[in-house]
């Protein structure tokens, strides 16, 4: 993809996500892979999935290992490791994307995975998504073998949870990454009523 159709792409997946309330404020990020250069577009640190624009703003392209490529300004995302680790890891990723989704949170509180409650959910995905316990508000490196290996265990794995933090899902591009961050969402809301309503 061209820098154009990766900010437009960025662009769209950012204000979907804004817009459904699964990532507010200015939380969250994503990154997306510069084909055969080792190098991403992620979200500016600090910026708005609101205010990012198809133009560019709120978007900084980087190498692998966080520095912003010549002519970019500003501070990529603090995550920034986590995304080059999995675009590194995982060649049929095109794009990454991570919020503070509120149910998927609530739901990780207590369990280790959530469960593929409805038929949409197990047809997308094919498996539970599990959660991982990383006692940090951003994702250090001696993390990261633990989740690359979650997705070498299971090749179609479309995400996972932080616990207390937020989930993480991946996709072809940031819209497809987006779209499973969604689902993903919804299931755990869907779980999260069905226990409530169990419980009366
Ligand atoms: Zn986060």
């Known amino acids: 993809m061209k820098y154009s159709e990766i900010y437009q792409d960025m662009t769209l997946a950012a204000h979907r996500a804004y817009t459904r309330g699964i990532q507010t404020g200015s939380g969250g990020n994503m990154a997306s892979r510069i084909a055969g250069a080792d190098a991403m577009v992620v979200k500016n640190s600090g910026g708005s999935f609101g205010d990012c624009t198809a133009e560019g703003k709120g978007w900084i392209a980087t190498d692998y290992n966080g520095k912003p490529l010549e002519g970019e300004n500003g501070k990529p995302t603090r995550e920034w490791l986590l995304h080059a680790t999995l675009l590194k890891a995982l ?3 095109g794009a990454i994307v991570h919020f503070h989704s509120p149910y ?4 990780a509180e207590e369990h280790n995975e959530i469960p593929l ?6 047809l997308k995905f094919g498996c539970p998504i599990p959660v991982v316990d990383v006692p940090s508000a951003v994702v250090p490196a001696q993390a990261m073998d633990d989740i690359v290996k979650l997705f070498e265990e299971n090749p179609a794995l479309p995400g996972f949870v932080l616990r207390g ?3 993480v899902a991946v996709g072809k591009t940031a819209v497809a990454a987006e779209h499973a961050a969604e689902l993903i969402e919804e299931t755990a809301q ?5 226990h409530l309503l169990k419980k009366e």
Not at 117 to 122: A, E, I
């Open 91 to 93: 060649p049929e990723v």
């Open 190 to 194: 869907i779980t999260v009523l069905e």
């Open 165 to 167: 933090h937020g989930l």
């Open 104 to 107: 998927a949170i609530a739901w």
């Open 117 to 122: 409650t409805t038929w949409h959910s197990g």
